[in-house]
């Protein structure tokens, strides 16, 4: 079985910033994408950035467009979320998603690390 653990949230002041990372473990994931999601109180979850496992394409939100960077480590099966210029509408629990081959969406979720960014 899949699992995915995120790491790397914490409390920042405005401006700051974080890396977050997430790990896959359990049998071989065969990814067609990995994503980060991001869900604040109150709110839906909503899409932040996602990267393309073959070829490494990346797409972003634009309320984070040329602030947050998402990467990944192929063999590790491993992805991160670089995020620069946090604001306080930046502050939500953060999840880790992986698409796997033969999915139509993102089927294994991480358990989410918070990120609260202080004005």
């Known amino acids: 079985q899949v699992r995915l653990v995120e790491s790397g949230g914490g409390l920042i002041q405005a401006g700051g910033s974080l890396r977050l990372s997430c790990s896959a473990s359990?049998?071989?994931?065969?990814?067609?994408?990995m994503g980060w999601f991001r869900q604040a109180p109150g709110k839906e979850r909503e899409f932040v950035a996602s990267?393309?496992?073959?070829?490494?394409?990346?797409y972003y939100a634009d309320s984070v467009k040329g602030r947050f960077a998402i990467s990944r480590e192929i063999r590790q099966y491993k992805i991160y979320l670089q995020m620069d210029t946090l604001k306080p509408e930046d502050s939500a629990v953060y999840y880790c998603?992986?698409?796997?081959?033969?999915?139509?969406?993102?089927?294994?979720w991480g358990q989410g690390t918070q990120v609260t960014v202080s004005s």
């Open positions: 359990g049998r071989p994931l065969s990814p067609v994408a």
């Open positions: 998603a992986t698409q796997r081959v033969g999915a139509s969406g993102y089927d294994v």
């Open positions: 990267i393309r496992w073959s070829g490494g394409a990346t």
